[in-house]
């Protein structure tokens, strides 16, 4: 049960605003795009199962009186970016809230994962970040509003090997959101990154993690709740899972090369690759 306290909380900065949710089909954007409308944000919903989106902007006019628009994209591709933006801020819809979310992995021996599979990673994961970055946020600095939420991950703290592509893209969406976060922060613009540790959602199936691999993970209504009150709050990073902030905080006083050993050895051991 959400606190009513922080709901107000985020009820007062969302309330009335237009969100755009990536990845809204599934897991923690869906999630992230129930918290918004509970919170009286109207939403644009993307990805590309489009009756998973028509079902969930359904729900949410339904259950909380908010509009909802579904724009499907495949944001791998180079132009889906431009084409989310011309359906919206370009047409004269204000989008004061971007939650870039959409994103997937791969676990397994670098050597046999396939090299499509990994670009079109760095595609989704990382440039179509950028891009839908630097379409949105112009507006947001001269209407001197706005929140932008990039979800990277507890893996963008150390290389991961067995996961090298995937971890990597994360390491990029967080040092992207902490140093934007400080750029236009004076411009009344929040940025925050979402770094879940294991969550329930679609991504182990997708990534190829056994399910037993991800035992403790935490709810996608829990990790999307923490993400927004870090998002309203001004703060750069959030760490919803308790075990991931103290690992990352203890591992800082180690050498890398020694972590990254280690997690190389854990995930050897573990018999997950
Ligand atoms: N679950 C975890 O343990 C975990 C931990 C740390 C970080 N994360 C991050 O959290 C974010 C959300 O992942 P999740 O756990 O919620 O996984 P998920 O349940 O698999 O959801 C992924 C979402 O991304 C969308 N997507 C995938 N490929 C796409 C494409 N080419 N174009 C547009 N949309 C695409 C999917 O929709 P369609 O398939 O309908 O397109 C889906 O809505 C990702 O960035 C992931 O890296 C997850």
Same mark, same amino acid.
């Given at each position: ?14 309330? #009335? ?6 990845g ?14 509970a ?14 989106l ?17 724009v ?35 676990? #397994? ?15 989704l994961?990382c ?37 090298a ?109």
């Amino acid at each position: 049960m959400p606190s009513p306290v922080r709901s107000a909380v985020l009820a007062r900065s969302f309330a #009335g605003k237009w969100a755009l949710v990536t990845g809204a089909s599934a897991g923690i954007g869906e999630a992230l795009a129930l918290d918004l409308a509970a919170s009286g944000a109207h939403l644009v919903l993307t990805a590309r199962r489009v009756e998973r989106l028509e079902a969930l902007a359904a729900r949410v006019r339904a259950d909380y009186g908010v509009e909802s628009r579904v724009v499907p994209a495949d944001l791998a591709l180079p132009e889906a970016p431009r084409q989310l933006y011309e359906a919206t801020e370009g047409a004269g819809l204000p989008i004061d809230i971007l939650i870039n979310n959409a994103g997937f992995g791969y676990l #397994g021996k670098f050597e046999k994962g396939s090299l499509d599979w990994d670009r079109k990673m760095v595609d989704l994961n990382c440039a179509a970040v950028v891009h839908l970055t630097h379409l949105f946020l112009p507006r947001m600095i001269e209407r001197k509003r706005g929140h932008i939420m990039i979800v990277a991950s507890t893996a963008s703290f150390q290389p991961v090997p067995y996961m090298a592509t995937y971890a990597a893209t994360k390491a990029f969406d967080r040092f992207l959101s902490e140093a934007l976060a400080a750029e236009v922060r004076p411009h009344g613009v929040n940025v925050s990154a979402l770094c879940p540790g294991p969550t329930e959602s679609e991504f182990g199936q997708v990534a190829g993690v056994r399910k037993d691999f991800f035992r403790g993970s935490q709810t996608a209504e829990l990790v999307a709740r923490k993400g927004l009150l870090a998002l309203v709050a001004g703060e750069p990073e959030s760490l919803p899972a308790f075990s991931g902030a103290a690992t990352v905080f203890f591992t800082r006083f180690l050498p890398r090369n020694a972590v990254t050993g280690l997690v190389e050895k854990i995930f050897r051991k573990s018999g997950a690759v």
